[in-house]
């Protein structure tokens, strides 16, 4: 006889393995079943996020940002070196053990937590049985009272630049790379190829990337967007917007491109390409057509505001749903059913999820943009505060960036925080806790920040708003 849990949760990814955990705490026997396997073939929790995506870009991130400092900023600290050189293989040695040490984390929180783990891909049968496959093709038989899917999303593959051997890469091959390419190229300047294209610029890459987009970062208030890019630029990144690519050839392992801007039809030859152009759902393979399970038509799972799919009893969460493909987002969706699976009314506030964009400097927002509240006919005031006004940013030698703050021009209530600068990821924090709070711009004016702090630029930003702020010239009385 096949054996029941109360759940089973097909995905051991930040949705997925959150998801699990807080269910066998709430008291529910928990499966959680999850296919990603290391180099080894062995188990490898945490999704892309862990294995591919989140933990080891910013691994390569810290470790390229200390060179780049060693290259340029020690001197200006009265710190002399004179040789510095990158071992790349060691800093992906120091990427990987990171990546191990939080899997086997997750591992120790299932055992912890009375967890039962089974390594595998499922798929939904009916009569709420799940068949699991392992890696040598044995298949087992569960059943499930009720059932959270949590398979996460892949890169988008493009035809006119298929992925090639070591030449052509997708995000996961960019954060592979052995030895740094003397010339880089990356399709999409959305947050991966932006990160991806900063690890390898500072490590010494030549780096072209190519959007056809003609706006830079739309999702973004379009304030920040333009001032880091600006920054990007001067940094030595060639972002090249309205750039259509049409081919991607490997000759002589290099890759040649053909791609179409305002000026016509343009050909760049480089050492490496990276395909960083979206991603998209991993709902393929789990049985859906034949259960009735409903999906869009780019096979995103079709649900309500608490998860709920079209099936009794099944529940989807992360980046297969609705809503930013963002780690944070899944794993509150993740507890948000477990919750309301054990019979408590959880919710997720889908109007106050923060993005980070981990470049330098970073970029970090929660809440609307200035644009959006234009479009939307919303009346606003609006405080901006340079970190060129901040005392710790001078002392830390970083003063690029501003923090500006929306709020509703009527009722003062906060609509939106936009950051751009040094620690902006977590900073941003601030903002999400401030929204959640449904504070005014009052109420982080009236708040004390301690001095010296890059957080004291958000309580400025607050001040000016209401033309404030103690730190700039002209200040209202």
Request: aromatic share 4%; hydrophobic share 40%.
């Amino acid at each position: 006889m096949a054996d029941q849990y109360d759940v089973v949760v097909i995905g051991g990814g930040p949705a997925g393995y959150v998801a699990a955990i807080r269910c066998a705490q709430l008291g529910l026997n928990t499966l959680c079943v999850d296919a990603w396997s290391d180099l080894a073939g062995k188990p490898s929790l945490g999704g892309t996020c862990l294995n591919v995506g989140c933990i080891p870009s910013k691994a390569l991130l810290e470790s390229s940002a200390w060179y780049e400092k060693s290259q340029h900023d020690f001197g200006h600290h009265g710190i002399n070196v004179k040789t510095i050189n990158m071992d790349v293989p060691v800093m992906q040695a120091r990427k990987d053990q990171v990546v191990k040490d939080l899997t086997q984390g997750i591992k120790a929180l299932f055992t912890a937590n009375k967890v039962n783990f089974h390594h595998g891909s499922a798929r939904l049968l009916n009569n709420a049985q799940i068949e699991i496959t392992d890696k040598d093709n044995n298949t087992t038989i569960v059943l499930a009272i009720h059932i959270i899917l949590a398979t996460g999303s892949s890169p988008v593959n493009i035809p006119i630049a298929p992925l090639t051997d070591d030449v052509i890469v997708d995000s996961s091959g960019a954060l592979a790379f052995n030895e740094v390419p003397k010339t880089l190229g990356i399709i999409g300047a959305g947050v991966i190829g932006l990160e991806l294209g900063s690890v390898w610029r500072r490590l010494g890459a030549k780096v072209t990337i190519l959007e056809a987009m003609d706006k830079f970062l739309p999702m973004a208030d379009e304030q920040i967007a333009d001032e880091a890019l600006k920054h990007y630029v001067k940094q030595g990144m060639d972002i090249q917007l309205g750039a259509r690519v049409e081919g991607a050839v490997v000759k002589n392992k290099k890759v040649e491109v053909s791609y179409q801007d305002k000026q016509g039809q343009k050909t760049i030859t480089l050492d490496k390409l990276v395909v960083a152009v979206g991603r998209k759902p991993n709902t393929q393979n789990l049985g859906a057509k034949e259960l009735g399970l409903k999906l869009d038509e780019r096979g995103f799972v079709e649900v309500d505001e608490y998860c709920v799919t079209s099936l009794p009893n099944v529940y989807a969460i992360g980046d297969i749903v609705r809503g930013p493909m963002l780690a944070h987002k899944g794993s509150e969706e993740g507890i948000m059913v477990a919750e309301r699976i054990a019979g408590q009314k959880a919710r997720v506030n889908y109007d106050n999820i923060p993005s980070v964009i981990y470049t330098e400097p970073e970029v970090a927002w929660v809440g609307k943009t200035e644009q959006e509240l234009k479009q939307a006919g919303v009346s606003y005031k609006s405080g901006v505060f340079s970190f060129a006004a901040s005392g710790r940013a001078r002392a830390a030698g970083d003063t690029k960036g501003l923090v500006k703050l929306l709020a509703d021009a009527k009722t003062d209530r906060i609509l939106g925080v936009h950051m751009l600068g040094a620690h902006c990821s977590e900073m941003i924090a601030q903002g999400v806790i401030a929204r959640e709070m449904m504070a005014s711009s009052e109420d982080l004016a009236l708040t004390m920040f301690a001095h010296p702090t890059l957080s004291e630029a958000l309580h400025e930003a607050a001040l000016a708003v209401s033309g404030h702020a103690i730190h700039v010239a002209g200040r209202k009385k």
